[in-house]
Protein backbone atom coordinates (compact mmCIF):
# COMPACT_ATOMS: atom_id res chain seq x y z
CA UNK A 1 0.00 0.00 0.00
CA UNK A 2 0.89 3.60 -0.70
CA UNK A 3 1.90 6.15 2.31
CA UNK A 4 -1.76 7.49 1.66
CA UNK A 5 -3.68 4.55 1.70
CA UNK A 6 -2.24 3.03 5.00
CA UNK A 7 -2.82 6.28 6.45
CA UNK A 8 -6.59 6.36 5.18
CA UNK A 9 -6.29 3.00 6.38
CA UNK A 10 -5.56 3.18 9.81
CA UNK A 11 -8.61 5.88 10.27
CA UNK A 12 -10.79 2.87 8.39
CA UNK A 13 -9.38 -0.16 10.70
CA UNK A 14 -9.47 2.22 13.91
CA UNK A 15 -6.01 1.31 14.48
CA UNK A 16 -2.92 3.33 15.47
CA UNK A 17 -0.44 0.71 15.12
CA UNK A 18 2.61 2.47 13.23
CA UNK A 19 0.18 5.89 12.84
CA UNK A 20 2.73 8.10 13.70
CA UNK A 21 5.88 6.84 11.92
CA UNK A 22 3.18 7.49 8.83
CA UNK A 23 2.37 10.32 10.06
CA UNK A 24 6.54 11.83 10.46
CA UNK A 25 6.50 10.06 6.70
CA UNK A 26 3.92 12.09 5.56
CA UNK A 27 5.11 15.20 7.03
CA UNK A 28 8.22 15.13 4.66
CA UNK A 29 5.98 15.21 1.58
CA UNK A 30 3.01 17.05 2.70
CA UNK A 31 1.64 20.16 4.65
CA UNK A 32 -0.15 18.95 7.92
CA UNK A 33 -3.44 20.64 6.66
CA UNK A 34 -3.34 18.70 3.59
CA UNK A 35 -2.62 15.03 5.35
CA UNK A 36 -6.21 15.96 6.96
CA UNK A 37 -7.84 17.34 4.59
CA UNK A 38 -6.53 14.39 2.28
CA UNK A 39 -6.18 10.72 3.19
CA UNK A 40 -7.07 11.16 6.76
CA UNK A 41 -10.45 12.71 5.34
CA UNK A 42 -10.91 9.74 2.60
CA UNK A 43 -10.32 7.21 5.50
CA UNK A 44 -13.59 9.42 7.52
CA UNK A 45 -15.63 9.53 4.63
CA UNK A 46 -15.13 5.55 3.78
CA UNK A 47 -16.14 5.12 7.81
CA UNK A 48 -19.24 7.24 6.96
CA UNK A 49 -20.01 4.72 3.95
CA UNK A 50 -19.04 1.50 5.89
CA UNK A 51 -21.70 2.83 8.47
CA UNK A 52 -24.51 4.09 6.24
CA UNK A 53 -24.17 0.52 4.92
CA UNK A 54 -23.92 -1.04 8.64
CA UNK A 55 -21.08 -2.37 7.90
CA UNK A 56 -19.24 -0.77 10.90
CA UNK A 57 -21.05 -0.18 14.40
CA UNK A 58 -20.82 2.83 16.48
CA UNK A 59 -18.10 1.80 18.57
CA UNK A 60 -15.97 1.08 15.25
CA UNK A 61 -16.45 4.68 14.53
CA UNK A 62 -15.79 5.63 17.83
CA UNK A 63 -12.24 3.73 16.99
CA UNK A 64 -11.68 5.93 14.00
CA UNK A 65 -12.93 9.25 15.41
CA UNK A 66 -10.01 8.43 17.93
CA UNK A 67 -7.37 7.64 15.44
CA UNK A 68 -8.90 10.73 13.89
CA UNK A 69 -7.93 12.97 16.80
CA UNK A 70 -4.69 11.42 17.70
CA UNK A 71 -3.77 12.39 13.97
CA UNK A 72 -4.61 15.70 14.51
CA UNK A 73 -3.06 16.15 17.98
CA UNK A 74 0.26 14.74 16.33
CA UNK A 75 -0.12 17.02 13.49
CA UNK A 76 -1.01 20.53 15.25
CA UNK A 77 2.46 21.68 16.47
CA UNK A 78 3.58 21.04 13.03
CA UNK A 79 1.05 23.43 11.78
CA UNK A 80 2.01 27.21 11.04
CA UNK A 81 1.72 29.67 13.78
CA UNK A 82 0.79 33.17 11.74
CA UNK A 83 0.65 35.71 14.28
CA UNK A 84 0.97 35.83 18.10
CA UNK A 85 -1.15 39.00 18.46
CA UNK A 86 -4.84 38.50 18.96
CA UNK A 87 -6.88 39.59 15.95
CA UNK A 88 -10.23 38.41 17.58
CA UNK A 89 -12.43 36.31 19.97
CA UNK A 90 -14.61 33.68 18.58
CA UNK A 91 -17.31 31.35 20.81
CA UNK A 92 -17.17 28.18 19.16
CA UNK A 93 -19.99 25.09 19.74
CA UNK A 94 -21.38 21.74 18.58
CA UNK A 95 -25.36 22.80 18.74
CA UNK A 96 -27.58 20.82 20.80
CA UNK A 97 -28.19 17.25 20.16
CA UNK A 98 -25.26 16.79 18.34
CA UNK A 99 -21.63 14.82 19.66
CA UNK A 100 -19.51 15.17 16.06
CA UNK A 101 -16.72 17.56 17.50
CA UNK A 102 -13.42 16.66 15.45
CA UNK A 103 -14.29 19.40 12.59
CA UNK A 104 -14.99 21.95 15.19
CA UNK A 105 -11.75 21.58 17.39
CA UNK A 106 -9.50 21.30 13.42
CA UNK A 107 -11.62 24.69 13.70
CA UNK A 108 -10.40 25.47 16.80
CA UNK A 109 -6.72 24.92 16.14
CA UNK A 110 -6.73 26.79 12.74
CA UNK A 111 -8.71 29.91 14.11
CA UNK A 112 -6.29 29.57 17.42
CA UNK A 113 -2.72 29.02 15.28
CA UNK A 114 -3.71 31.88 13.18
CA UNK A 115 -4.14 34.80 15.88
CA UNK A 116 -8.04 34.50 17.24
CA UNK A 117 -8.91 33.65 21.05
CA UNK A 118 -11.10 31.08 20.75
CA UNK A 119 -13.54 29.95 23.42
CA UNK A 120 -14.52 26.21 23.02
CA UNK A 121 -17.97 25.34 24.65
CA UNK A 122 -17.88 22.38 23.34
CA UNK A 123 -20.54 19.18 22.02
CA UNK A 124 -24.04 19.51 22.39
CA UNK A 125 -24.47 22.84 23.34
CA UNK A 126 -27.92 24.68 23.87
CA UNK A 127 -28.80 27.59 22.75
CA UNK A 128 -29.21 28.99 26.34
CA UNK A 129 -25.57 28.10 27.23
CA UNK A 130 -24.31 29.92 23.84
CA UNK A 131 -26.39 33.14 24.13
CA UNK A 132 -24.74 33.26 28.35
CA UNK A 133 -21.11 32.31 26.81
CA UNK A 134 -21.53 35.74 24.19
CA UNK A 135 -22.95 37.83 27.27
CA UNK A 136 -19.93 36.56 29.76
CA UNK A 137 -17.11 36.41 26.91
CA UNK A 138 -18.23 39.04 24.30
CA UNK A 139 -16.82 37.77 20.99
CA UNK A 140 -16.31 38.93 18.03
CA UNK A 141 -18.35 35.98 16.70
CA UNK A 142 -19.77 32.84 17.09
CA UNK A 143 -19.12 29.41 15.36
CA UNK A 144 -21.57 26.50 15.02
CA UNK A 145 -20.92 23.18 14.11
CA UNK A 146 -23.02 20.54 13.48
CA UNK A 147 -23.15 17.44 11.16
CA UNK A 148 -26.16 15.50 11.68
CA UNK A 149 -29.35 16.91 9.43
CA UNK A 150 -31.21 17.99 12.52
CA UNK A 151 -27.91 19.82 13.65
CA UNK A 152 -28.46 22.48 10.47
CA UNK A 153 -32.61 22.62 12.04
CA UNK A 154 -30.85 23.33 15.37
CA UNK A 155 -28.93 26.09 13.84
CA UNK A 156 -32.19 27.90 12.60
CA UNK A 157 -33.61 27.64 16.38
CA UNK A 158 -30.72 28.52 17.90
CA UNK A 159 -30.24 31.87 15.01
CA UNK A 160 -34.14 32.13 16.44
CA UNK A 161 -32.67 32.37 20.06
CA UNK A 162 -30.08 34.24 19.77
CA UNK A 163 -31.94 37.43 17.90
CA UNK A 164 -34.35 36.60 20.67
CA UNK A 165 -31.87 37.28 22.97
CA UNK A 166 -30.42 41.07 21.26
CA UNK A 167 -27.47 39.36 19.62
CA UNK A 168 -26.31 40.35 16.36
CA UNK A 169 -23.03 38.98 16.11
CA UNK A 170 -21.94 37.21 12.83
CA UNK A 171 -22.39 33.63 13.21
CA UNK A 172 -19.61 31.23 11.31
CA UNK A 173 -21.95 27.56 10.94
CA UNK A 174 -19.71 24.07 8.99
CA UNK A 175 -20.66 20.87 9.28
CA UNK A 176 -21.29 18.19 7.02
CA UNK A 177 -25.05 18.05 6.52
CA UNK A 178 -25.16 21.92 5.90
CA UNK A 179 -24.91 23.86 2.62
CA UNK A 180 -24.59 27.30 1.87
CA UNK A 181 -27.59 27.55 -0.06
CA UNK A 182 -29.82 26.19 3.54
CA UNK A 183 -27.63 28.77 5.33
CA UNK A 184 -28.80 31.63 3.04
CA UNK A 185 -32.14 31.16 2.84
CA UNK A 186 -33.15 28.97 6.37
CA UNK A 187 -30.45 30.73 9.07
CA UNK A 188 -29.81 33.55 7.29
CA UNK A 189 -33.46 35.06 7.37
CA UNK A 190 -34.25 34.06 11.48
CA UNK A 191 -31.46 36.51 12.19
CA UNK A 192 -29.95 39.84 12.44
CA UNK A 193 -26.72 39.69 12.08
CA UNK A 194 -24.61 38.06 9.46
CA UNK A 195 -24.61 34.12 8.66
CA UNK A 196 -21.46 32.98 6.84
CA UNK A 197 -21.09 29.19 5.82
CA UNK A 198 -18.09 27.83 5.65
CA UNK A 199 -17.29 24.37 3.82
CA UNK A 200 -14.44 23.47 6.02
CA UNK A 201 -12.45 24.73 8.63
CA UNK A 202 -9.83 26.69 6.21
CA UNK A 203 -12.30 28.02 4.71
CA UNK A 204 -13.85 29.17 7.85
CA UNK A 205 -10.25 30.80 8.38
CA UNK A 206 -10.67 32.89 5.09
CA UNK A 207 -14.20 34.09 6.48
CA UNK A 208 -13.45 34.95 9.79
CA UNK A 209 -10.19 37.02 8.52
CA UNK A 210 -12.42 38.90 5.67
CA UNK A 211 -14.80 39.91 8.38
CA UNK A 212 -11.98 41.19 10.50
CA UNK A 213 -10.18 43.34 7.65
CO1 LIG B 1 -21.66 10.01 13.37
N1 LIG B 1 -22.74 10.40 11.77
N2 LIG B 1 -23.17 9.56 14.37
N3 LIG B 1 -20.34 9.59 14.70
N4 LIG B 1 -20.26 10.23 12.00
C1 LIG B 1 -22.11 10.97 10.56
C2 LIG B 1 -22.15 12.50 10.58
C3 LIG B 1 -23.00 10.35 9.42
C4 LIG B 1 -23.03 11.18 8.13
C5 LIG B 1 -22.52 8.92 9.13
C6 LIG B 1 -23.37 8.20 8.12
O1 LIG B 1 -24.41 7.70 8.44
N5 LIG B 1 -22.95 8.13 6.90
C7 LIG B 1 -24.39 10.24 10.13
C8 LIG B 1 -25.29 11.48 10.00
C9 LIG B 1 -26.57 11.20 9.27
C10 LIG B 1 -27.33 12.45 9.10
O2 LIG B 1 -27.87 13.04 9.98
N6 LIG B 1 -27.33 12.86 7.85
C11 LIG B 1 -23.98 9.99 11.55
C12 LIG B 1 -24.81 9.40 12.54
C13 LIG B 1 -26.16 8.89 12.06
C14 LIG B 1 -24.44 9.27 13.89
C15 LIG B 1 -25.27 8.71 15.07
C16 LIG B 1 -26.75 9.12 15.08
C17 LIG B 1 -25.12 7.18 15.06
C18 LIG B 1 -25.90 6.44 16.09
O3 LIG B 1 -25.73 6.63 17.27
N7 LIG B 1 -26.79 5.61 15.60
C19 LIG B 1 -24.52 9.26 16.28
C20 LIG B 1 -25.01 10.68 16.62
C21 LIG B 1 -24.84 11.04 18.01
C22 LIG B 1 -25.22 12.50 18.23
O4 LIG B 1 -24.55 13.39 17.71
N8 LIG B 1 -26.25 12.74 18.98
C23 LIG B 1 -23.13 9.36 15.72
C24 LIG B 1 -21.98 9.22 16.49
C25 LIG B 1 -20.70 9.27 15.98
C26 LIG B 1 -19.45 8.92 16.81
C27 LIG B 1 -19.56 9.39 18.27
C28 LIG B 1 -19.26 7.44 16.77
C29 LIG B 1 -18.33 9.62 15.96
C30 LIG B 1 -18.02 11.06 16.40
C31 LIG B 1 -16.84 11.18 17.33
C32 LIG B 1 -16.47 12.61 17.56
O5 LIG B 1 -16.70 13.52 16.77
N9 LIG B 1 -15.87 12.82 18.70
C33 LIG B 1 -18.99 9.70 14.59
C34 LIG B 1 -18.27 9.92 13.37
C35 LIG B 1 -16.77 9.90 13.47
C36 LIG B 1 -18.93 10.16 12.11
C37 LIG B 1 -18.31 10.29 10.71
C38 LIG B 1 -17.95 8.90 10.24
C39 LIG B 1 -17.08 11.20 10.57
C40 LIG B 1 -17.24 12.61 11.11
C41 LIG B 1 -15.89 13.30 11.21
O6 LIG B 1 -15.34 13.42 12.29
N10 LIG B 1 -15.31 13.72 10.07
C42 LIG B 1 -19.51 10.93 9.91
C43 LIG B 1 -19.53 10.57 8.44
C44 LIG B 1 -18.78 11.61 7.62
O7 LIG B 1 -18.78 12.78 7.91
N11 LIG B 1 -18.17 11.17 6.56
C45 LIG B 1 -20.68 10.60 10.76
C46 LIG B 1 -14.03 14.36 10.04
C47 LIG B 1 -14.16 15.87 10.35
C48 LIG B 1 -12.82 16.57 10.22
O8 LIG B 1 -15.04 16.40 9.41
O9 LIG B 1 -16.66 17.22 11.18
O10 LIG B 1 -17.34 17.15 8.73
P1 LIG B 1 -16.29 17.33 9.75
O11 LIG B 1 -15.70 18.81 9.62
C49 LIG B 1 -15.33 19.33 8.37
C50 LIG B 1 -16.41 20.20 7.71
O12 LIG B 1 -17.71 19.71 7.95
C51 LIG B 1 -16.16 21.56 8.27
O13 LIG B 1 -14.74 21.59 8.43
C52 LIG B 1 -14.19 20.29 8.61
C53 LIG B 1 -13.10 20.07 7.59
O14 LIG B 1 -12.13 21.03 7.62
N12 LIG B 1 -16.74 21.99 9.52
C54 LIG B 1 -16.75 23.31 9.85
C55 LIG B 1 -17.32 21.31 10.53
N13 LIG B 1 -17.72 22.13 11.49
C56 LIG B 1 -17.38 23.37 11.11
C57 LIG B 1 -17.57 24.61 11.73
C58 LIG B 1 -17.12 25.74 11.07
C59 LIG B 1 -16.49 25.67 9.84
C60 LIG B 1 -16.30 24.45 9.20
O15 LIG B 1 -17.23 26.97 11.59
C61 LIG B 1 -17.75 27.15 12.87
Known amino acids: ?18 LIPDLEKALEKYQPLEIINGPLMEGMDEVGRLFNDNQLIVAEVLQSAEVMKASVAFLEPYMDQASTETKGKVVLATVKGDVHDIGKNLVEIILSNNGYQVVNLGIKVPPEQLIEACRREKPDMVGLSGLLVKSAQQMVLTAQDMKEADLDLPILVGGAALTRKFTDQRIAPQYDGLVLYAKDAMNGLELVNRLKD
Not at 1 to 18: C, H, I, P, T
Open 1 to 18: LSLEERLAGYVVEGSKDG
